[in-house]
């Protein structure tokens, strides 16, 4: 496969997340990336659609939880596709704790990240 993404990108990924290094995270990605979070009013959440769209996704990701951290982020690719999976921890908008498993669903391109699809369980309090 041309262009084959490793793991070790993917490692480079989530540690990008964990510094909150938006320029980081972008530059794994294509420029017609796409972003699809898990939360939002659509099916799909809030989908961002190119890099100047996905930058301002990103950074609403950090501005709403400042602390916030993908923890023992684990993947697999298969092709070009790939999988991460994590326990999100932050602190919340109402100041209560958020711990809570999650994964990203990737589609990769040209060696970079195309699509970042986000999973994220919701607890009951």
């Avoid at 990336?33 to 990701?61: L, M």
Wanted: glycine residues 8%; proline residues 3%.
């Amino acid at each position: 496969m041309i262009d084959a993404v490793s793991i070790s990108l993917l490692d480079d990924f989530a540690a990008a997340w964990n510094r909150h290094d938006t320029d980081a995270i972008l530059s794994m990605m294509t420029e017609d990336c796409v972003f699809e979070t898990s939360r939002g009013p659509g099916v799909k959440g809030t989908v961002y659609t190119g890099q100047d769209e996905v930058r301002r996704g990103i950074e609403e990701v950090f501005a709403a939880f400042p602390d916030a951290r993908w923890n023992g982020p684990r993947h697999f690719i298969a092709g070009d596709r790939g999988v991460s999976e994590w326990v999100f921890t932050a602190t919340g908008p109402d100041d209560a704790h958020i711990e809570v498993q999650g994964c990203n669903v990737f589609t990769f391109r040209d060696g970079k990240i195309a699509v970042k699809n986000s999973y994220r369980k919701q607890r009951a309090r």
